[in-house]
């Protein structure tokens, strides 16, 4: 019996030797009393081992005695503590709060000098980038987080106007192009102009041209596009339009019935029914479809009164687009006698407008129709039909000189120089400037009455002397000496569209700016 007791203690020591944890995992308390009887040795040696192995009752103890002799956080750390969280915090919020307030602001030079060749670097494509840039304004918009103009600059007066009997804030505007479907105005007219026109809008929707369409010349800073009046229709405009201004009638405390709509529409809010901005207003620009027969004038004509009935009632300007090159046989329709039907049509609809006010019309009008008998014919057209103004000009057909002289475009812009499109850039506006005082000394002239207009059908018979003609400048302005050459050849408004892609959001406070130091210098 004692040898089979020593075998087994021999046994258990080595088993201690090679797994130790497994040894301290027992308990051999419960064996001694068996192994007292027949092997004091080696109860002796498994005592010897497990002595110190610590039972459940002793780790309890020892965790007490840990717990009790370890040093307590004493108040001034646990402050320290807090206070150091506060400041993280405090930082955090502040860091926020300033990027926010520089980021929003058009004059934090970001939005020149990093987002637009971020832009034009991730979207070589530049409709993509076009795509992008109004769908990120128009959720920026949505959060409140949109660039816009700080501190109010206009509030000096140095800039005021007046356009149709209302003053404007200034005499910056934005063509046509940028918000096409009428997607962010709002969001436009925060950035600082006093005039932003969406559209073109066609009575159907219409795709368009085929892609690739726009192509960039970044060394010019200009661009060639065939869009085609690419359009959603005129009935997708109208309701995108009469919802903004449902949301305006109820965020003012007009309610969200019909009749909220219709008083904003009549003034009761004290605003512009169109920009619904003090100080701005909001041109909508009209134009027919592909399809549309070209030498189908009744077909024609209908085109542009279908768009008038449908966004009338929520613009200040309707814009009558006759003159887009990439829309065949459109510029066919400024002879004098098609444009004169034509802006008729659109002058008797927009008085038939359902609110107190009606909307002002005007022509927009190429570039390139600039001989003396196609001026002539055009603004013989606008006395006739009784139209408010002309916006001179248009993109072109023409490919100017690259500048400076002598330089040579790299192969991808002299790709781009030969693709069909009408051009847009600052190479147009030294073009555009004598355009404007031709169209300014005619239109002064007034209406040329002639021996047989007494024989004309009544739609086309000579207006009674109005107002004087408003004229907006489109055509390569990208600063405020431009637009200050531009207003003092006769425009009333001088407008942006190629400038405002390359200069990025903050183009119009910039411009502003340099028109205010050179009116303050005269």
Same mark, same amino acid.
């Given at each position: 019996?004692?040898?089979?007791?020593?075998?087994?203690?021999?046994?258990?020591?080595?088993?201690?030797?090679?797994?130790?944890?497994?040894?301290?995992?027992?308990?051999?308390?419960?064996?001694?009393?068996?192994?007292?009887?027949?092997?004091?040795?080696?109860?002796?040696?498994?005592?010897?081992?497990?002595?110190?192995?610590?039972?459940?009752?002793?780790?309890?103890?020892?965790?007490?005695?840990?717990?009790?002799?370890?040093?307590?956080?004493?108040?001034?750390?646990?402050?320290?503590?807090?206070?150091?969280?506060?400041?993280?915090?405090?930082?955090?919020?502040?860091?926020?709060?300033?990027?926010?307030?520089?980021?929003?602001?058009?004059?934090?030079?970001?939005?020149?000098?990093?987002?637009?060749?971020?832009?034009?670097?991730?979207?070589?494509?530049?409709?993509?980038?076009?795509?992008?840039?109004?769908?990120?304004?128009?959720?920026?918009?949505?959060?409140?987080?949109?660039?816009?103009?700080?501190?109010?600059?206009?509030?000096?007066?140095?800039?005021?106007?007046?356009?149709?009997?209302?003053? @404007?804030?200034?005499?910056?505007?934005?063509?046509?192009?940028?918000? !096409?479907?009428?997607?962010? *105005? $709002? /969001?436009? +007219? &925060?950035?600082?102009?006093?005039?932003?026109?969406?559209?073109?809008?066609?009575?159907?929707?219409?795709?368009?041209?085929?892609?690739?369409?726009?192509?960039?010349?970044?060394?010019?800073?200009?661009?060639?596009?065939?869009?085609?009046?690419?359009?959603?229709?005129?009935?997708?405009?109208?309701?995108?339009?009469?919802?903004?201004?449902?949301?305006?009638?109820?965020?003012?405390?007009?309610?969200?019935?019909?009749?909220?709509?219709?008083?904003?529409?009549?003034?009761?809010?004290?605003?512009?029914?169109?920009? @619904?901005?003090?100080?701005?207003?909001?041109?909508?620009?009209?134009? !027919?479809?592909?399809?549309? *027969? $070209? /030498?189908? +004038? &009744?077909?024609?004509?209908?085109?542009?009164?279908?768009?008038?009935?449908?966004?009338?009632?929520?613009?200040?300007?309707?814009?009558?687009?006759?003159?887009?090159?990439?829309?065949?046989?459109?510029?066919?329709?400024?002879?004098?006698?098609?444009?004169?039907?034509?802006?008729?049509?659109?002058?008797?609809?927009?008085?038939?407008?359902?609110?107190?006010?009606?909307?002002?019309?005007?022509?927009?009008?190429?570039?390139?129709?600039?001989?003396?008998?196609?001026?002539?014919?055009?603004?013989?057209?606008?006395?006739?039909?009784?139209?408010?103004?002309?916006?001179?000009?248009?993109?072109?057909?023409?490919?100017?000189?690259?500048?400076?002289?002598?330089?040579?475009?790299?192969?991808?812009?002299?790709?781009?120089?030969?693709?069909?499109?009408?051009?847009?850039?600052?190479?147009?506006?030294?073009?555009?400037?004598?355009?404007?005082?031709?169209?300014?000394?005619?239109?002064?002239?007034?209406?040329?009455?002639?021996?047989?207009?007494?024989?004309?059908?009544?739609?086309?018979?000579?207006?009674?002397?109005?107002?004087?003609?408003?004229?907006?400048?489109?055509?390569?302005?990208?600063?405020?000496?431009?637009?200050?050459?531009?207003?003092?050849?006769?425009?009333?408004?001088?407008?942006?569209?190629?400038?405002?892609?390359?200069?990025?959001?903050?183009?119009?406070?910039?411009?502003?700016?340099?028109?205010?130091?050179?009116?303050?210098?005269?």
């Amino acid at each position: 019996m004692v040898s089979n007791f020593s075998t087994i203690a021999w046994r258990a020591s080595a088993r201690a030797r090679v797994l130790p944890a497994f040894r301290c995992s027992q308990r051999p308390s419960a064996l001694l009393p068996k192994w007292t009887e027949c092997c004091p040795s080696a109860v002796r040696y498994v005592s010897d081992n497990t002595a110190s192995t610590p039972t459940t009752e002793t780790v309890k103890e020892t965790a007490q005695d840990t717990a009790k002799e370890a040093p307590r956080e004493t108040p001034k750390r646990a402050g320290r503590r807090s206070s150091r969280k506060a400041l993280y915090g405090t930082s955090l919020a502040l860091t926020l709060l300033v990027g926010y307030i520089y980021g929003t602001d058009t004059r934090a030079s970001i939005h020149r000098y990093a987002i637009v060749p971020l832009i034009r670097a991730v979207y070589p494509d530049a409709e993509e980038a076009h795509h992008v840039g109004v769908d990120n304004l128009k959720m920026l918009y949505r959060f409140g987080l949109h660039p816009r103009e700080r501190g109010n600059p206009d509030g000096d007066g140095v800039l005021a106007t007046e356009v149709f009997g209302y003053p @404007l804030s200034n005499p910056i505007g934005i063509s046509a192009g940028l918000d !096409k479907h009428a997607d962010i *105005p $709002d /969001a436009l +007219l &925060d950035i600082g102009p006093a005039i932003v026109e969406v559209g073109g809008t066609t009575p159907l929707p219409q795709e368009g041209n085929p892609k690739p369409r726009v192509f960039r010349l970044p060394s010019q800073h200009a661009m060639i596009n065939r869009y085609g009046l690419n359009s959603k229709g005129a009935d997708h405009m109208a309701a995108v339009l009469k919802q903004r201004v449902q949301d305006f009638a109820y965020a003012a405390g007009f309610g969200m019935h019909d009749q909220s709509e219709q008083r904003v529409l009549d003034g009761e809010a004290g605003v512009p029914p169109g920009s @619904l901005v003090p100080g701005k207003l909001l041109a909508v620009q009209v134009a !027919k479809n592909k399809a549309t *027969p $070209d /030498a189908d +004038l &009744d077909a024609i004509k209908r085109d542009y009164v279908y768009c008038v009935d449908r966004v009338a009632r929520y613009a200040d300007i309707l814009v009558v687009n006759v003159s887009s090159p990439n829309t065949p046989g459109l510029r066919d329709l400024q002879a004098s006698a098609p444009l004169t039907a034509i802006l008729s049509a659109v002058v008797g609809a927009a008085q038939d407008v359902q609110r107190k006010t009606k909307p002002y019309v005007m022509v927009k009008v190429s570039p390139d129709e600039d001989s003396d008998e196609q001026i002539s014919g055009i603004c013989d057209a606008v006395w006739k039909s009784g139209v408010d103004g002309v916006i001179v000009g248009n993109t072109t057909n023409r490919r100017p000189d690259p500048r400076p002289a002598g330089f040579v475009l790299p192969a991808t812009e002299q790709q781009a120089l030969s693709e069909t499109g009408g051009y847009s850039g600052p190479q147009l506006f030294d073009r555009s400037v004598p355009l404007i005082a031709r169209y300014r000394a005619l239109l002064d002239q007034g209406p040329a009455a002639k021996p047989s207009d007494a024989d004309r059908p009544s739609e086309t018979a000579p207006a009674a002397p109005a107002s004087r003609k408003v004229i907006f400048a489109s055509g390569g302005i990208t600063t405020g000496q431009q637009a200050r050459a531009a207003l003092d050849a006769g425009a009333s408004v001088a407008m942006m569209y190629t400038g405002v892609v390359y200069g990025g959001i903050g183009t119009v406070t910039r411009v502003k700016q340099e028109l205010r130091e050179e009116l303050q210098k005269k």
